[in-house]
């Protein structure tokens, strides 16, 4: 009597087992298939005589996939790889951004504050420019690259962030009235650097790796103050020639230059979700867009663009300067993140990892928004 129910019970486990290894064999040839049609984004970069890019694919805190293709260095024929380091450009502002919500937060200066508090040898502005006017890209400060090609000064001459003030300084007038308008400047973003530092009394490489990226874990990551540092696996960047083949563009930085892997930034993009560095009320902050005088909402929040797109919501920016082009999305309703980080000018990274979150179900192709389009 009891030869049934067990011989049974062993066929029912056997169906089981079946049936989880047939699902299991399935999720593997999705996967594969993901990772080949990602790398066929990638094709004609993916050889060692060419620059290239490195990628990760986040979903709820773990690379879903991760690869590098091209060269970090041609010189050497150094593959690109997601512990590449690449100078991170405009990407670094949301750092920046983040070390002055964690003094606001520590007591040791309000975002209300008058910038001229911890910045005495700025001209004395019509209007006030407060420290969230900068972080929002609303004070009206000269952004730095039309500064410099008045004056004549190439970016190449710009060695430390005393170079960058003594510029910034020279310019007495404001674009417009603080809070009134949004215009990009990079110059305010140096100057939060400068603020960050006279705050904390630590320099703001010291002060990011105590603070950030030391408790996340970001063990390749800093801020690169001084140029001539020699870099452990270090991202070059170049620029196609007229006659074939790649030019190497600067290899300095820009006032407070940032470098950063694919698989550092994973540890960021966590914090979002999982909150390590400044709690909660840290990462909603880093989220607030700025408002202007007038009412109208930004899609400009610290350091990072959020934007909707009816049922979406993506959360972006780009980093562009001397050959290095990045791109950072998250869709945090699907819990999904691109990581795009790129060593060749002509390269659009934006579009890459636009064309990359589509694979991975971001959003569906009919409802993408405009600009994340993948292009035909």
Not at 3 to 24: N, Q
Not at 142 to 151: K, Q, Y
Not at 358 to 370: C, I, N, S
Request: overall charge negative; glycine content about 8%.
């Amino acid at each position: 009597m009891s030869f049934l129910p067990r011989t049974f019970g062993l066929f029912f486990l056997w169906v089981l087992a079946t049936i989880l290894a047939s699902e299991s064999a399935l999720a593997q040839d999705d996967a594969a298939y993901l990772a080949a049609q990602t790398d066929q984004l990638f094709t004609q970069w993916d050889k060692p005589d060419s620059p290239g890019c490195a990628l990760g694919v986040i979903q709820d805190g773990q690379f879903l996939y991760k690869n590098g293709y091209g060269s970090a260095n041609l010189d050497w024929d150094i593959p690109i790889t997601t512990s590449t380091a690449f100078y991170m450009a405009s990407l670094s502002k949301q750092f920046v951004a983040a070390a002055i919500v964690l003094l606001a937060q520590d007591g040791r200066l309000s975002l209300e504050d008058d910038i001229r508090t911890y910045l005495p040898e700025l001209p004395e502005y019509e209007h006030t420019v407060t420290i969230r006017h900068l972080i929002h890209h609303t004070g009206g400060i000269r952004n730095l690259f039309p500064l410099l090609s008045v004056a004549g000064i190439s970016v190449e001459d710009l060695h430390s962030i005393e170079d960058i003030l003594e510029v910034i300084v020279r310019e007495p007038l404001l674009d417009f009235e603080p809070g009134t308008e949004h215009r990009y400047s990079n110059s305010g973003y140096q100057l939060l650097g400068v603020i960050v530092e006279r705050a904390s009394g630590k320099s703001l490489r010291e002060f990011a790796h105590e603070r950030i990226f030391a408790p996340l874990g970001m063990r390749n990551t800093h801020f690169h103050e001084d140029w001539t540092r020699i870099l452990n696996q270090r991202a070059m960047s170049y620029a196609p020639r007229e006659a074939g083949g790649f030019s190497q563009t600067y290899l300095g930085t820009l006032g407070y230059g940032m470098y950063t892997t694919v698989e550092d930034l994973l540890h960021w993009d966590r914090n979002f979700s999982e909150p390590k560095v400044g709690g909660q009320e840290f990462v909603d902050l880093l989220l607030t867009r700025g408002v202007l005088a007038n009412g109208d909402t930004l899609n400009y929040a610290f350091g990072l663009r959020v934007e909707e797109y009816g049922r979406v919501r993506v959360v972006h920016h780009d980093g562009n300067f001397m050959g290095f082009k990045h791109y950072l999305l998250r869709v945090p309703e699907n819990r999904l993140s691109v990581i795009c980080l790129c060593n060749l000018r002509t390269i659009d990274a934006q579009d890459l990892a636009a064309q990359v979150a589509e694979l991975y179900g971001a959003w569906g192709e009919d409802d993408a928004p405009d600009q994340f389009k993948r292009k035909r």
